[in-house]
Protein backbone atom coordinates (compact mmCIF):
# COMPACT_ATOMS: atom_id res chain seq x y z
CA UNK A 1 0.00 0.00 0.00
CA UNK A 2 1.77 2.87 -1.01
CA UNK A 3 0.95 6.30 0.94
CA UNK A 4 1.13 10.08 0.30
CA UNK A 5 3.07 12.40 2.87
CA UNK A 6 1.46 15.69 3.30
CA UNK A 7 2.50 18.86 0.93
CA UNK A 8 3.34 19.94 4.54
CA UNK A 9 5.66 23.15 4.82
CA UNK A 10 5.65 22.94 8.39
CA UNK A 11 6.51 19.64 9.67
CA UNK A 12 8.92 17.11 8.06
CA UNK A 13 8.19 13.73 7.71
CA UNK A 14 10.18 10.53 6.34
CA UNK A 15 8.91 7.62 5.53
CA UNK A 16 11.14 4.75 6.48
CA UNK A 17 10.70 0.75 5.77
CA UNK A 18 11.52 -1.76 8.35
CA UNK A 19 14.80 -1.48 7.40
CA UNK A 20 15.45 2.16 7.95
CA UNK A 21 15.59 2.63 4.06
CA UNK A 22 13.95 5.99 3.05
CA UNK A 23 10.54 5.31 1.15
CA UNK A 24 9.30 9.03 0.95
CA UNK A 25 9.75 12.58 2.23
CA UNK A 26 7.64 15.76 2.20
CA UNK A 27 7.65 18.89 1.26
CA UNK A 28 8.41 19.94 4.79
CA UNK A 29 11.51 17.68 4.94
CA UNK A 30 13.22 19.20 1.71
CA UNK A 31 12.69 22.35 2.87
CA UNK A 32 13.61 22.74 6.63
CA UNK A 33 16.46 19.39 5.88
CA UNK A 34 17.43 18.70 2.48
CA UNK A 35 16.25 16.38 -0.66
CA UNK A 36 17.30 12.92 0.17
CA UNK A 37 16.85 10.07 -1.98
CA UNK A 38 14.18 7.30 -1.67
CA UNK A 39 15.91 3.68 -1.22
CA UNK A 40 19.27 5.34 0.88
CA UNK A 41 19.22 4.41 4.33
CA UNK A 42 18.52 7.37 6.68
CA UNK A 43 21.75 6.62 8.19
CA UNK A 44 23.71 7.56 5.85
CA UNK A 45 22.28 11.02 6.75
CA UNK A 46 22.59 11.15 10.50
CA UNK A 47 26.24 12.93 11.82
CA UNK A 48 28.83 9.89 11.93
CA UNK A 49 29.36 10.63 15.00
CA UNK A 50 25.57 9.71 15.85
CA UNK A 51 25.13 7.21 13.44
CA UNK A 52 25.63 4.38 15.79
CA UNK A 53 23.46 5.61 17.90
CA UNK A 54 20.97 6.30 15.87
CA UNK A 55 20.98 3.02 14.71
CA UNK A 56 20.97 1.10 18.04
CA UNK A 57 17.72 3.48 18.84
CA UNK A 58 15.97 2.49 15.34
CA UNK A 59 16.78 -1.27 15.92
CA UNK A 60 14.98 -1.08 19.62
CA UNK A 61 11.92 0.56 18.09
CA UNK A 62 8.69 -1.66 18.73
CA UNK A 63 7.37 -3.15 15.88
CA UNK A 64 3.93 -3.48 16.63
CA UNK A 65 2.39 -0.36 16.30
CA UNK A 66 2.11 3.14 18.21
CA UNK A 67 4.85 5.65 19.03
CA UNK A 68 8.70 5.34 20.03
CA UNK A 69 10.82 7.37 22.48
CA UNK A 70 11.75 11.31 21.07
CA UNK A 71 15.42 11.04 19.55
CA UNK A 72 17.60 14.13 19.34
CA UNK A 73 20.77 13.50 16.61
CA UNK A 74 22.42 15.26 14.23
CA UNK A 75 21.54 15.06 10.60
CA UNK A 76 24.09 16.05 8.07
CA UNK A 77 23.58 17.81 4.49
CA UNK A 78 24.68 17.39 1.00
CA UNK A 79 27.42 20.34 1.93
CA UNK A 80 28.43 18.39 4.79
CA UNK A 81 26.76 20.42 7.29
CA UNK A 82 25.31 19.26 10.52
CA UNK A 83 21.87 19.89 11.44
CA UNK A 84 20.39 19.55 15.07
CA UNK A 85 17.37 17.37 14.91
CA UNK A 86 14.55 15.85 17.14
CA UNK A 87 12.41 12.84 15.41
CA UNK A 88 9.58 11.29 16.94
CA UNK A 89 8.93 7.96 15.28
CA UNK A 90 5.16 6.57 14.64
CA UNK A 91 5.47 2.68 14.11
CA UNK A 92 2.85 2.33 11.44
CA UNK A 93 0.53 -0.84 11.33
CA UNK A 94 2.32 -1.92 7.97
CA UNK A 95 5.35 -1.98 9.94
CA UNK A 96 7.35 1.17 8.43
CA UNK A 97 8.04 4.11 10.20
CA UNK A 98 6.76 7.71 10.08
CA UNK A 99 9.81 10.01 11.54
CA UNK A 100 8.11 13.32 12.44
CA UNK A 101 11.06 15.83 12.41
CA UNK A 102 11.88 19.34 14.28
CA UNK A 103 14.86 20.96 12.96
CA UNK A 104 16.56 22.61 16.29
CA UNK A 105 18.14 25.06 14.56
CA UNK A 106 14.79 26.56 12.90
CA UNK A 107 12.96 25.96 16.12
CA UNK A 108 16.15 28.07 18.31
CA UNK A 109 15.72 30.75 15.66
CA UNK A 110 11.66 31.10 16.18
CA UNK A 111 11.48 29.76 12.85
CA UNK A 112 8.14 27.52 13.34
CA UNK A 113 6.44 28.52 16.85
CA UNK A 114 4.74 24.79 16.52
CA UNK A 115 7.90 22.67 16.22
CA UNK A 116 8.58 23.61 19.89
CA UNK A 117 5.16 24.71 21.48
CA UNK A 118 3.51 21.30 22.03
CA UNK A 119 4.87 20.24 25.64
CA UNK A 120 5.12 16.60 26.52
CA UNK A 121 2.39 17.43 28.77
CA UNK A 122 -0.05 19.39 26.20
CA UNK A 123 1.20 16.71 23.97
CA UNK A 124 -0.38 13.90 26.54
CA UNK A 125 -3.49 15.73 26.82
CA UNK A 126 -4.44 16.35 23.02
CA UNK A 127 -3.83 12.85 22.44
CA UNK A 128 -5.54 11.87 25.45
CA UNK A 129 -8.91 13.84 24.62
CA UNK A 130 -10.92 11.31 22.91
CA UNK A 131 -13.18 14.10 20.73
CA UNK A 132 -11.40 14.36 17.61
CA UNK A 133 -8.84 17.48 18.27
CA UNK A 134 -6.42 19.77 15.87
CA UNK A 135 -4.05 22.63 16.00
CA UNK A 136 -4.09 25.17 13.19
CA UNK A 137 -0.85 27.64 12.51
CA UNK A 138 -1.85 31.21 11.99
CA UNK A 139 -1.98 30.33 8.27
CA UNK A 140 -4.40 27.71 8.58
CA UNK A 141 -2.10 25.04 8.09
CA UNK A 142 -2.77 21.66 10.26
CA UNK A 143 -0.04 21.46 12.50
CA UNK A 144 -1.01 19.00 14.70
CA UNK A 145 -3.92 16.27 14.56
CA UNK A 146 -4.91 13.65 17.57
CA UNK A 147 -5.74 9.99 17.56
CA UNK A 148 -9.12 10.31 17.78
CA UNK A 149 -9.64 12.86 14.58
CA UNK A 150 -7.29 10.78 12.50
CA UNK A 151 -9.60 7.64 13.25
CA UNK A 152 -13.31 10.01 12.51
CA UNK A 153 -11.39 10.67 9.17
CA UNK A 154 -9.89 7.69 7.90
CA UNK A 155 -6.50 9.50 7.58
CA UNK A 156 -2.96 8.94 9.16
CA UNK A 157 -1.18 11.65 10.90
CA UNK A 158 1.33 12.19 8.63
CA UNK A 159 -1.17 12.73 5.48
CA UNK A 160 -3.11 15.30 7.55
CA UNK A 161 -0.07 17.24 9.00
CA UNK A 162 0.65 20.11 6.76
CA UNK A 163 -2.70 20.30 5.19
CA UNK A 164 -4.74 23.67 4.50
CA UNK A 165 -7.79 23.57 6.82
CA UNK A 166 -10.14 23.84 4.01
CA UNK A 167 -8.81 19.97 3.05
CA UNK A 168 -8.84 18.59 6.32
CA UNK A 169 -12.59 18.77 6.63
CA UNK A 170 -13.62 18.47 3.16
CA UNK A 171 -13.28 16.87 -0.66
CA UNK A 172 -15.36 19.47 -2.77
CA UNK A 173 -14.04 23.20 -3.72
CA UNK A 174 -17.17 25.11 -2.17
CA UNK A 175 -17.05 22.74 1.14
CA UNK A 176 -12.94 23.68 1.24
CA UNK A 177 -13.98 27.29 0.54
CA UNK A 178 -16.45 27.35 3.53
CA UNK A 179 -13.72 25.52 5.91
CA UNK A 180 -11.40 28.33 5.18
CA UNK A 181 -13.61 30.87 5.47
CA UNK A 182 -14.43 29.06 8.34
CA UNK A 183 -11.37 29.40 9.63
CA UNK A 184 -10.81 32.98 8.57
CA UNK A 185 -13.88 34.18 10.54
CA UNK A 186 -12.29 32.44 13.66
CA UNK A 187 -8.88 34.54 13.52
CA UNK A 188 -10.34 37.44 12.65
CA UNK A 189 -12.81 37.49 15.64
CA UNK A 190 -10.27 36.31 17.51
CA UNK A 191 -12.93 33.22 19.30
CA UNK A 192 -14.15 29.96 18.17
CA UNK A 193 -17.80 29.79 18.34
CA UNK A 194 -19.98 26.88 18.17
CA UNK A 195 -20.54 25.47 14.83
CA UNK A 196 -22.49 22.21 13.49
CA UNK A 197 -21.31 20.63 9.87
CA UNK A 198 -20.78 17.54 8.29
CA UNK A 199 -17.87 16.60 7.21
CA UNK A 200 -16.56 14.28 4.89
CA UNK A 201 -14.09 10.66 5.87
CA UNK A 202 -11.53 9.21 3.49
CA UNK A 203 -14.35 7.03 2.00
CA UNK A 204 -16.70 10.09 1.67
CA UNK A 205 -18.45 9.29 4.12
CA UNK A 206 -20.58 12.22 5.81
CA UNK A 207 -19.80 12.71 9.32
CA UNK A 208 -22.50 15.40 11.41
CA UNK A 209 -19.99 16.94 13.87
CA UNK A 210 -19.94 19.96 16.10
CA UNK A 211 -16.75 22.59 16.02
CA UNK A 212 -15.22 23.94 19.08
CA UNK A 213 -12.50 25.20 20.52
CA UNK A 214 -9.95 28.35 21.34
CA UNK A 215 -7.77 30.25 19.93
CA UNK A 216 -3.75 30.01 21.04
CA UNK A 217 -1.89 33.29 22.04
CA UNK A 218 1.83 32.76 22.42
CA UNK A 219 4.13 35.98 24.22
CA UNK A 220 2.62 39.51 23.79
CA UNK A 221 -0.93 37.93 23.30
CA UNK A 222 -0.54 37.45 19.58
CA UNK A 223 -2.89 34.74 17.82
CA UNK A 224 -0.05 31.93 17.08
CA UNK A 225 -3.24 29.50 16.41
CA UNK A 226 -6.01 27.94 16.59
CA UNK A 227 -6.94 24.78 18.80
CA UNK A 228 -10.29 23.04 17.82
CA UNK A 229 -12.72 20.12 18.85
CA UNK A 230 -14.57 18.61 16.40
CA UNK A 231 -17.19 16.01 18.27
CA UNK A 232 -18.33 13.23 16.55
CA UNK A 233 -22.27 13.98 16.95
CA UNK A 234 -22.91 10.51 15.96
CA UNK A 235 -21.73 9.85 19.31
CA UNK A 236 -24.77 12.17 20.97
CA UNK A 237 -26.98 9.61 18.83
CA UNK A 238 -25.00 6.53 20.97
CA UNK A 239 -26.12 8.48 24.42
CA UNK A 240 -29.75 8.96 23.30
CA UNK A 241 -29.66 5.44 22.54
CA UNK A 242 -28.59 5.24 25.90
CA UNK A 243 -30.82 7.34 27.53
CA UNK A 244 -33.72 5.03 25.92
CA UNK A 245 -31.67 2.10 27.20
CA UNK A 246 -31.90 4.02 30.79
CA UNK A 247 -35.72 3.97 30.23
CA UNK A 248 -36.17 0.50 29.51
CA UNK A 249 -33.92 -0.29 32.46
CA UNK A 250 -35.79 1.79 34.69
CA UNK A 251 -38.74 -0.14 33.92
CA UNK A 252 -36.85 -3.34 34.49
CA UNK A 253 -36.06 -1.81 37.86
CA UNK A 254 -39.69 -1.24 38.33
CA UNK A 255 -40.53 -4.71 37.52
CA UNK A 256 -37.76 -5.76 39.89
CA UNK A 257 -39.29 -4.44 42.79
CA UNK A 258 -42.50 -5.21 42.05
CA UNK A 259 -41.26 -8.82 42.42
CA UNK A 260 -39.83 -7.84 45.37
CA UNK A 261 -43.47 -6.89 46.26
CA UNK A 262 -44.68 -10.22 45.10
CA UNK A 263 -42.22 -11.90 47.58
CA UNK A 264 -43.36 -9.22 50.07
CA UNK A 265 -46.72 -10.70 49.72
CA UNK A 266 -45.03 -14.48 49.40
CA UNK A 267 -43.96 -13.65 53.11
CA UNK A 268 -46.88 -12.73 54.58
CA UNK A 269 -49.29 -15.22 52.84
CA UNK A 270 -46.85 -18.00 53.25
CA UNK A 271 -46.11 -16.76 56.77
CA UNK A 272 -49.59 -16.63 58.52
CA UNK A 273 -50.07 -20.22 56.25
CA UNK A 274 -47.25 -21.97 57.96
CA UNK A 275 -47.52 -20.37 61.14
CA UNK A 276 -50.94 -20.91 61.99
CA UNK A 277 -51.64 -25.08 61.43
CA UNK A 278 -47.75 -25.40 62.72
CA UNK A 279 -49.06 -23.28 65.98
CA UNK A 280 -51.87 -25.91 65.63
CA UNK A 281 -50.12 -29.01 65.22
CA UNK A 282 -47.61 -27.96 68.39
CA UNK A 283 -50.42 -26.60 70.42
CA UNK A 284 -52.30 -29.80 70.09
CA UNK A 285 -50.01 -32.16 69.96
CA UNK A 286 -48.25 -30.97 73.51
CA UNK A 287 -52.17 -31.80 75.06
CA UNK A 288 -51.96 -35.12 73.35
CA UNK A 289 -48.10 -35.76 75.38
CA UNK A 290 -49.64 -34.45 78.71
CA UNK A 291 -51.75 -37.80 78.29
CA UNK A 292 -54.80 -36.42 80.46
CA UNK A 293 -57.05 -36.75 78.01
CA UNK A 294 -60.48 -39.11 76.86
CA UNK A 295 -60.33 -41.07 74.38
CA UNK A 296 -62.89 -38.42 72.67
CA UNK A 297 -60.68 -36.14 73.10
CA UNK A 298 -57.83 -37.63 72.20
CA UNK A 299 -59.36 -38.34 68.90
CA UNK A 300 -60.50 -34.84 68.47
CA UNK A 301 -57.39 -33.68 68.98
CA UNK A 302 -55.48 -36.22 66.67
CA UNK A 303 -57.64 -35.27 63.84
CA UNK A 304 -56.74 -31.63 64.25
CA UNK A 305 -53.02 -32.57 64.24
CA UNK A 306 -54.23 -34.27 61.20
CA UNK A 307 -55.91 -31.69 59.56
CA UNK A 308 -53.60 -29.18 59.73
CA UNK A 309 -50.35 -31.57 58.73
CA UNK A 310 -52.69 -31.71 55.70
CA UNK A 311 -52.90 -28.22 55.05
CA UNK A 312 -49.38 -27.80 55.39
CA UNK A 313 -48.68 -30.30 53.20
CA UNK A 314 -51.19 -28.72 50.30
CA UNK A 315 -49.31 -25.29 50.76
CA UNK A 316 -45.55 -27.12 51.03
CA UNK A 317 -46.62 -28.37 47.37
CA UNK A 318 -48.50 -25.52 46.01
CA UNK A 319 -45.39 -23.70 46.84
CA UNK A 320 -43.04 -26.47 45.33
CA UNK A 321 -45.69 -26.14 42.01
CA UNK A 322 -45.36 -22.78 41.52
CA UNK A 323 -42.07 -22.53 41.52
CA UNK A 324 -41.50 -26.05 39.59
CA UNK A 325 -43.52 -24.03 36.38
CA UNK A 326 -42.11 -20.62 37.00
CA UNK A 327 -39.05 -22.40 36.49
CA UNK A 328 -40.50 -24.45 33.11
CA UNK A 329 -39.60 -27.43 35.31
CA UNK A 330 -42.73 -29.34 35.54
CA UNK A 331 -43.01 -32.18 33.85
CA UNK A 332 -46.19 -33.12 32.30
CA UNK A 333 -46.93 -36.45 30.69
CA UNK A 334 -49.86 -36.33 28.61
CA UNK A 335 -51.72 -39.17 27.89
CA UNK A 336 -55.37 -39.01 25.43
CA UNK A 337 -57.88 -39.81 27.63
CA UNK A 338 -61.69 -38.90 28.22
CA UNK A 339 -62.15 -36.25 30.62
CA UNK A 340 -65.30 -36.51 32.17
CA UNK A 341 -64.28 -39.62 34.38
CA UNK A 342 -61.43 -37.64 36.19
CA UNK A 343 -64.07 -35.36 36.90
CA UNK A 344 -66.55 -37.53 38.27
CA UNK A 345 -63.67 -38.94 40.63
CA UNK A 346 -62.93 -35.14 41.82
CA UNK A 347 -66.65 -34.79 42.29
CA UNK A 348 -66.67 -37.56 44.57
CA UNK A 349 -63.55 -37.23 46.32
CA UNK A 350 -64.83 -33.55 47.50
CA UNK A 351 -68.41 -34.95 48.31
CA UNK A 352 -67.92 -36.08 51.88
CA UNK A 353 -66.58 -31.73 52.58
CA UNK A 354 -69.86 -30.53 50.77
CA UNK A 355 -71.96 -32.59 52.41
CA UNK A 356 -70.28 -31.14 55.69
CA UNK A 357 -71.92 -27.71 55.08
CA UNK A 358 -74.81 -29.09 53.08
CA UNK A 359 -73.66 -28.38 49.76
CA UNK A 360 -74.98 -30.47 46.81
CA UNK A 361 -72.61 -31.38 44.23
CA UNK A 362 -74.38 -32.14 40.66
CA UNK A 363 -72.72 -33.17 37.71
CA UNK A 364 -73.87 -32.55 34.44
CA UNK A 365 -70.78 -34.69 31.76
CA UNK A 366 -70.81 -34.82 28.66
CA UNK A 367 -67.67 -34.39 26.95
CA UNK A 368 -66.76 -37.77 25.11
CA UNK A 369 -63.75 -36.53 23.24
CA UNK A 370 -60.67 -37.72 24.03
CA UNK A 371 -57.79 -35.18 25.34
CA UNK A 372 -54.55 -35.37 25.17
CA UNK A 373 -53.43 -34.02 28.91
CA UNK A 374 -51.81 -34.92 31.87
CA UNK A 375 -54.58 -36.18 34.34
CA UNK A 376 -52.73 -35.62 37.87
CA UNK A 377 -52.63 -31.94 36.72
CA UNK A 378 -55.80 -31.66 35.28
CA UNK A 379 -57.44 -33.61 38.22
CA UNK A 380 -55.35 -30.71 40.43
CA UNK A 381 -56.75 -28.20 38.78
CA UNK A 382 -60.67 -29.62 39.21
CA UNK A 383 -59.82 -30.08 42.64
CA UNK A 384 -58.92 -26.60 43.32
CA UNK A 385 -62.22 -25.31 41.33
CA UNK A 386 -64.35 -27.71 43.30
CA UNK A 387 -62.59 -26.77 46.75
CA UNK A 388 -62.89 -23.10 46.11
CA UNK A 389 -66.97 -23.27 44.90
CA UNK A 390 -67.49 -25.09 48.50
CA UNK A 391 -65.40 -22.85 50.71
CA UNK A 392 -66.11 -19.82 49.26
CA UNK A 393 -70.22 -21.00 49.49
CA UNK A 394 -72.64 -20.72 52.15
CA UNK A 395 -74.26 -24.21 53.19
CA UNK A 396 -77.59 -25.06 51.70
CA UNK A 397 -76.48 -24.21 48.10
CA UNK A 398 -75.39 -26.11 45.11
CA UNK A 399 -72.11 -26.66 43.28
CA UNK A 400 -72.49 -27.73 39.46
CA UNK A 401 -69.79 -29.27 37.74
CA UNK A 402 -70.69 -29.86 33.77
CA UNK A 403 -68.53 -30.76 30.64
CA UNK A 404 -69.07 -30.54 26.64
CA UNK A 405 -67.26 -31.08 23.86
CA UNK A 406 -66.58 -27.24 22.24
CA UNK A 407 -64.36 -26.68 19.41
CA UNK A 408 -62.76 -29.48 19.16
CA UNK A 409 -61.81 -29.52 22.44
CA UNK A 410 -63.44 -30.15 26.20
CA UNK A 411 -65.35 -26.95 27.85
CA UNK A 412 -65.32 -27.95 31.41
CA UNK A 413 -67.63 -25.69 33.95
CA UNK A 414 -67.55 -25.14 37.62
CA UNK A 415 -70.47 -22.92 39.25
CA UNK A 416 -71.32 -21.78 42.48
CA UNK A 417 -74.18 -20.11 44.16
CA UNK A 418 -71.17 -18.77 47.05
CA UNK A 419 -70.15 -14.99 47.54
CA UNK A 420 -69.31 -14.18 44.11
CA UNK A 421 -66.00 -12.06 42.83
CA UNK A 422 -66.38 -8.74 41.78
CA UNK A 423 -64.44 -6.00 39.78
CA UNK A 424 -60.86 -6.32 39.15
CA UNK A 425 -60.74 -9.45 41.32
CA UNK A 426 -62.25 -11.10 38.38
CA UNK A 427 -58.70 -11.46 37.19
CA UNK A 428 -56.55 -10.58 40.21
CA UNK A 429 -57.71 -14.04 41.42
CA UNK A 430 -55.28 -15.76 39.03
CA UNK A 431 -52.67 -13.51 40.35
CA UNK A 432 -50.00 -14.77 42.58
CA UNK A 433 -50.79 -14.56 46.71
CA UNK A 434 -53.49 -12.70 45.49
CA UNK A 435 -57.22 -13.06 47.66
CA UNK A 436 -59.97 -11.32 47.93
CA UNK A 437 -59.58 -9.19 51.16
CA UNK A 438 -62.90 -10.15 52.22
CA UNK A 439 -62.15 -14.11 52.53
CA UNK A 440 -59.02 -13.48 53.73
CA UNK A 441 -59.45 -13.43 57.25
CA UNK A 442 -61.73 -16.55 57.75
CA UNK A 443 -60.89 -18.75 55.01
CA UNK A 444 -57.91 -20.35 54.67
CA UNK A 445 -55.65 -20.77 51.58
CA UNK A 446 -52.63 -18.93 50.02
CA UNK A 447 -54.11 -17.55 46.92
CA UNK A 448 -51.51 -20.36 44.80
CA UNK A 449 -54.59 -22.47 43.69
CA UNK A 450 -55.59 -20.29 40.70
CA UNK A 451 -52.63 -19.41 39.50
CA UNK A 452 -51.47 -22.88 39.32
CA UNK A 453 -54.85 -23.60 37.65
CA UNK A 454 -53.93 -20.85 35.02
CA UNK A 455 -50.31 -22.06 34.14
CA UNK A 456 -51.37 -25.54 33.70
CA UNK A 457 -53.88 -24.88 31.32
CA UNK A 458 -52.50 -22.36 29.72
CA UNK A 459 -48.84 -23.29 29.28
CA UNK A 460 -49.14 -26.96 30.15
CA UNK A 461 -52.61 -27.51 28.14
CA UNK A 462 -52.61 -24.70 25.03
CA UNK A 463 -55.87 -24.07 26.75
CA UNK A 464 -57.91 -21.31 28.59
CA UNK A 465 -59.64 -20.82 32.00
CA UNK A 466 -61.48 -17.92 32.92
CA UNK A 467 -64.35 -16.51 35.21
CA UNK A 468 -67.58 -15.55 35.46
CA UNK A 469 -69.45 -14.13 38.28
CA UNK A 470 -72.94 -12.04 38.27
CA UNK A 471 -71.58 -10.08 41.74
CA UNK A 472 -71.62 -10.14 44.92
CA UNK A 473 -73.08 -13.18 46.88
CA UNK A 474 -74.23 -14.31 43.09
CA UNK A 475 -72.17 -17.15 43.11
CA UNK A 476 -69.06 -17.68 40.65
CA UNK A 477 -68.61 -19.90 37.67
CA UNK A 478 -64.98 -21.25 36.23
CA UNK A 479 -64.17 -22.39 32.73
CA UNK A 480 -61.77 -24.07 31.62
CA UNK A 481 -61.07 -25.34 28.03
CA UNK A 482 -58.95 -28.11 26.77
CA UNK A 483 -57.88 -28.50 23.30
CA UNK A 484 -58.23 -32.00 22.19
CA UNK A 485 -54.60 -32.25 20.54
CA UNK A 486 -53.44 -30.70 23.60
CA UNK A 487 -49.96 -29.41 23.59
CA UNK A 488 -47.86 -32.41 22.54
P1 LIG B 1 -56.91 -19.77 47.86
O1 LIG B 1 -58.30 -20.28 47.69
O2 LIG B 1 -55.96 -20.79 48.38
O3 LIG B 1 -56.85 -18.48 48.58
P2 LIG B 1 -56.93 -19.55 44.99
O4 LIG B 1 -55.83 -19.11 44.08
O5 LIG B 1 -57.53 -20.86 44.73
O6 LIG B 1 -56.31 -19.44 46.42
O7 LIG B 1 -58.02 -18.43 44.93
C1 LIG B 1 -57.68 -17.08 45.01
C2 LIG B 1 -58.78 -16.23 45.57
O8 LIG B 1 -59.87 -16.19 44.66
C3 LIG B 1 -59.39 -16.75 46.83
O9 LIG B 1 -58.64 -16.34 47.96
C4 LIG B 1 -60.77 -16.15 46.82
O10 LIG B 1 -60.70 -14.81 47.27
C5 LIG B 1 -61.10 -16.11 45.34
N1 LIG B 1 -61.92 -17.25 44.89
C6 LIG B 1 -61.50 -18.39 44.31
N2 LIG B 1 -62.54 -19.18 44.01
C7 LIG B 1 -63.65 -18.55 44.38
C8 LIG B 1 -65.06 -18.85 44.32
N3 LIG B 1 -65.51 -19.98 43.80
N4 LIG B 1 -65.93 -17.91 44.80
C9 LIG B 1 -65.47 -16.75 45.31
N5 LIG B 1 -64.17 -16.40 45.40
C10 LIG B 1 -63.26 -17.29 44.95
Not at 111 to 126: I, K, R, S
Not at 383 to 412: F, H, M, Q
Request: charged share 25%.
Amino acid sequence: MSMTLPDSKVQPVLLLDSKGQIKQFNEGFEKIFFPVQPGSPLSAHVHPEDREDFLAWFKSLPDNGGEGPVKTLRMINPSGNSLPAMVRPEILPNGDYALWFWEGRAAREGGGYWQTALTPAMEAVFSGILDGAFILDVEGKVVEVNQALCSMLGFHKYELIGLPVGKLFAQDPQEMNKATARFARIMKAGRVQEVNFTLRDRAGGEIEVSLNGAVIRGEGSHLVGILGIVRDLRESKIMSAMKEKAVELEAAMRQLSERDKVKDDFLSVVGHELRTPLANIMGYAEFLLEGELNPAEKKEFIQVVYQESRRLARLVNEILDMSRLEAGRLIYHYVPQPIDPVLNEVADSIRAEAEQKSILITRRLNCELEIWMDRDRIKQVVINLLNNAVKYSPSNTEVRIESESVDDGALVKVSDQGIGIEGENLTKVFEKFHRVTEVEHHTQGAGLGLPIAKRIIEEGHAGRIWLESPGKNKGSTFRFWLPRSGRK
